[in-house]
């Protein structure tokens, strides 16, 4: 069962990470960050 548990933490989700980085008291990445998805990556990160 513990592995299950691990798994779920590690599958939480987007939003999920994004509260956790506002929690953190980081701002989100602008277009042109290095951390900043392009068109490409955002596409198949949405599932769009």
Do not use: C, F, T, V
């Not at 691990?6 to 277009?31: D, S, V």
């Not at 998805?37 to 198949?44: A, H, I, L, N």
Request: glycine share 8%; no cysteine; charged share 40%.
């Amino acid at each position: 069962m513990s592995s299950e548990n691990n798994i779920r933490q590690l599958k939480r989700g987007l939003w999920h990470n994004i509260r956790a980085k506002r929690e953190r008291g980081e701002k989100p990445a602008k277009p042109g960050d290095k951390d900043y998805p392009d068109s490409k990556q955002w596409k198949k990160l949405s599932g769009k």
